[in-house]
């Protein structure tokens, strides 16, 4: 905006939005602050902001529990690998859709997209049972094809609407000059499309680290992701605020910093490109 | 244009992906149906056929009445918070302020912390009624200490869940507010409309759609909260914070009611169906465009 806008109402509404940003920054600031305290700063009343015994002891100790990394190693292998499987069914299904539609090509996003609506509990119970006969519970494969099919339709309409600003033009082109279809897609439409690609893959490893549903229900240790992990600290077995601060520093983190990247593609994904 | 081969090849790319959706969807949906129609509970193996009793059981429940009850509380105070508030904070970041960027990644970070984390955070270190920072807060203007968790259970979850929500409210909010057109909003101003008509005949027709599709996509996923309540209260004290979904886990893991749960899992759906209608005609919209 071009307007000139007086100095001290841009002041005003610089402090406003400050303090309020920073107030709701605070629990993830307060968990990080928390993390490098003793079990007993932890829990002194009054609260001490910063000046206590900074410490990494918390961190050792969630380290030194054998199992951590195995958690950290689950929710990355469920994450990546549903992402991945999904890219891989969603990519052709989203080039046909996008350059070559059909009739029915809207209909049949819009009931792919219906799919998400489907509240989780009302396929708790079946699913509970199946894997629970054929051995899947509390496996990370069980978990891999539950959110595979849980990204499906948002990573076939991403795809699709990075697709569709890609000129037709230009594949064509390539088909005229004689490219099979599998050249067409590996060497004209991927490096276009690598941006939209990689935006997308963003988006579903941020979505399915975070999951809270299928994790929480379907695995118990073996295959814990970090969400079902950091949700056993809720037990009242004690007062490790210290622990859960670093153990949960450590699980938002990553994901943290991918999410501030993904600003844009998340609003794209999150309203079906119905706010761009 | 295409020619007969590309529309085969077409079908055959997406192929997977549709009959694979299809049986996901399908399948489990048909098997909850019919369990919802079986006396079937996990500690008993014979199962019988029951009619509408589970329907019957389901709904009677005295349970069943709080849980709608608190369903509707959940998304209703949530959304009110994240519509509002997201609006006025769309509206504050869009201003020309210093660090905007800084601002922006402050605001939209609740949005990235997993569900389980920012539920056990709240619940020890911000709720904790003897060593927590709003007990701390409280004592420093002289009032007691609340126990947030036990003596307002579902209002504590309200505030965690919009806590989560607000950022994305807030996000799609701005970047709407973003492609607003500037000359018309210059036009106004010289026009002589002030803040307050400018905001009301140009702001919020312009937002409008961008709000809708926050309520509607905000509902879907408030109607799932689930792991807010697992750990935080555990849906109670009694049946206090328990929800839709939540009873139904209820239902089908702690007491193995296999039929019941199916039933209430068959009622979200016709739930979850009504608010997904109105959202599936305004993308449908905005796909012909």
């Known amino acids: ?276 | 244009m295409a020619t007969m081969q590309m529309r085969t090849t077409a079908r055959a790319m997406m192929a997977p992906a549709v009959i694979l959706l299809l049986v996901w969807m399908a399948v489990p949906l048909a098997a909850t149906l019919y369990y919802s129609f079986q006396n079937y509970t996990l500690l008993n193996p014979v199962v019988s056929f029951a009619g509408l009793d589970n329907y019957y059981y389901f709904i009677t429940d005295p349970n069943f009445g709080a849980a709608v009850l608190n369903t509707i509380y959940l998304v209703g105070g949530v959304l009110l918070i994240t519509v509002v508030g997201g609006l006025f904070l769309a509206l504050l970041i869009d201003q020309p302020i210093f660090g905007q960027g800084i601002v922006r990644i402050l605001v939209i970070s609740p949005f990235f912390v997993m569900p389980t984390v920012a539920a056990l955070v709240w619940k020890n270190m911000l709720m904790n009624p003897i060593y927590g920072i709003f007990a701390w807060l409280l004592s420093l203007v002289g009032l007691p200490p609340i126990d947030f968790l036990a003596q307002i259970p579902l209002l504590s979850i309200i505030l965690i869940v919009a806590w989560q929500w607000l950022p994305f409210a807030t996000l799609i909010l701005l970047t709407a507010l973003q492609s607003l057109d500037g000359e018309q909003m210059e036009a106004a101003e010289m026009d002589g409309a002030g803040v307050v008509s400018r905001f009301i005949y140009l702001v919020l027709p312009h937002l409008s759609r961008a709000i809708t599709v926050v309520i509607l996509i905000e509902t879907i996923f408030l109607l799932g909260v689930f792991a807010e309540i697992l750990v935080t209260t555990n849906g109670g004290p009694g049946t206090a914070s328990t929800n839709l979904p939540f009873l139904v886990y209820t239902q089908a893991l702690l007491n193995f009611d296999v039929g019941s749960a199916s039933a209430g899992g068959i009622i979200a759906v016709v739930v979850a169906n009504i608010v997904a209608f109105f959202l599936m005609r305004i993308i449908g919209k905005n796909l012909e465009a």
């Open chain 1, 1 to 276: 905006m071009a307007r000139s806008v007086t100095t001290s109402r841009r002041i005003t509404f610089t402090i406003i939005a400050w303090v309020i940003a920073l107030i709701l920054f605070f629990p993830i600031l307060w968990t990080i602050i928390t993390s490098f305290k003793s079990e007993g700063d932890a829990i002194a009343f009054p609260p001490v902001f910063l000046n206590f015994h900074w410490t990494l002891d918390s961190y050792r100790e969630v380290q030194e529990r054998s199992d951590y990394l195995l958690h950290v190693w689950n929710s990355a292998a469920i994450s990546f690998g549903s992402t991945l499987i999904a890219l891989l069914i969603s990519i052709p299904a989203a080039w046909a859709m996008a350059f070559n539609p059909g009739k029915r090509t809207k209909d049949i996003l819009m009931w792919m997209l219906s799919t998400k609506m489907m509240p989780a509990v009302a396929v708790l119970v079946p699913f509970y049972l199946a894997f629970k006969n054929l051995g899947l519970l509390d496996t990370k494969l069980g978990l891999i094809i539950i959110l595979t099919m849980m990204n499906l339709p948002i990573i076939v309409w991403m795809l699709y609407s990075y697709f569709k600003e890609i000129p037709g033009e230009i594949l064509e082109a390539a088909r005229m000059d004689g490219a099979t279809l599998g050249k067409e897609i590996v060497y004209v439409l991927a490096p276009m499309a690598v941006p939209g690609i990689a935006s997308t893959v963003l988006l579903n490893i941020i979505l399915s680290w975070n999951e809270a549903f299928w994790t929480l229900n379907l695995s118990a240790s073996l295959a814990a992701p970090l969400s079902t992990f950091i949700a056993s600290y809720s037990s009242p077995e004690g007062l490790f605020w210290a622990k859960l601060s670093a153990a949960s520093t450590l699980a938002i983190g990553p994901i943290l910093v991918m999410g501030w990247f993904s600003q844009k593609q998340l609003v794209r994904g999150l309203t079906f490109g119905a706010v761009k």
